[in-house]
T-cell receptor
Framework: KAGVTQTPRYLIKTRGQQVTLSCSPI?????VSWYQQTPGQGLQFLFE???????NKGNFPGRFSGRQFSNSRSEMNVSTLELGDSALYLC????????????????FGPGTRLTVL | AQKVTQAQTEISVVEKEDVTLDCVYE???????LFWYKQPPSGELVFLIR??????QNEISGRYSWNFQKSTSSFNFTITASQVVDSAVYFC??????????????FGAGTRLAVHP
């Protein structure tokens, strides 16, 4: 099976712009989660989608949003970019069928490295 | 509050040495899941192992072994006879069965392992 794919791999934007990142999960997986990785804050959970519905959300401002399509592909959007948004954004997929929250194993993509100038 | 602590920021060893990466976690949930991921320079997080809170059996997979001890809230990872290809950043992560909600991984800060020839 093909792994999780993310596009683009690299992005350079300027402050105030907005950006959209894309994630295609492993075939058959219906859950997609997003994480932000920075040297200062480490890996932090942004949100999780399953069957086009956001099921969980981390502590990020409303400038960070996401959505999931019927084919399970997901996009995340960051509006009004700030310098501090420079990070590696990782997407992870899982089958989402866990009998309780937290039971899934998440498989990660290669990430999108966003630089905000 | 939930938390994962990886006290070792960086470890440097010579090839063929054994090395143990420490992980201590905090959670109030009685059902939880622990993970180890490897992040090579390419950036992708590679899944290594998942353990649930009901199963304290140690696990061995080739040169890798994991020691889970609920009494000390630890989930340590040992690499036997390390190789240069083991050089990477290793993350321990926690997923809670109820409090955290769906698919929210809480990561430690990571341990950077450098294996020298």
């Amino acid at each position: 099976k093909a792994g999780v794919t993310q596009t683009p791999r690299y992005l350079i934007k300027t402050r105030g712009q907005q950006v959209t990142l894309s994630c295609s999960p492993i075939s058959g997986h219906r859950s997609v989660s997003w994480y932000q990785q920075t040297p200062g804050q480490g890996l932090q959970f942004l949100f999780e989608y399953f069957s086009e519905t956001q099921r969980n959300k981390g502590n990020f401002p409303g400038r960070f949003s996401g959505r999931q399509f019927s084919n399970s592909r997901s996009e995340m959007n960051v509006s009004t970019l700030e310098l501090g948004d420079s990070a590696l954004y990782l997407c992870a997929s899982s089958n989402g069928q866990g009998f309780a929250a937290g039971t899934d194993t998440q498989y990660f993509g290669p990430g999108t490295r966003l630089t905000v100038l | 509050a939930q938390k994962v602590t990886q006290a070792q920021t960086e470890i440097s060893v010579v090839e063929k040495e054994d090395v143990t990466l420490d992980c201590v976690y905090e959670t109030r949930d009685t059902t939880y899941y622990l993970f180890w991921y490897k992040q090579p320079p390419s950036g992708e997080l590679v899944f290594l192992i998942r353990r649930n809170s009901f199963d304290e059996q140690n696990e061995i997979s080739g040169r890798y072994s994991w020691n889970f001890q609920k009494s000390t809230s630890s989930f340590n990872f040992t690499i036997t006879a390390s190789q240069v290809v083991d050089s990477a950043v290793y993350f321990c992560a926690l997923s809670e069965g109820f409090s955290g909600g769906y698919n929210k991984l809480i990561f430690g800060a990571g341990t950077r392992l450098a294996v020298h020839p």
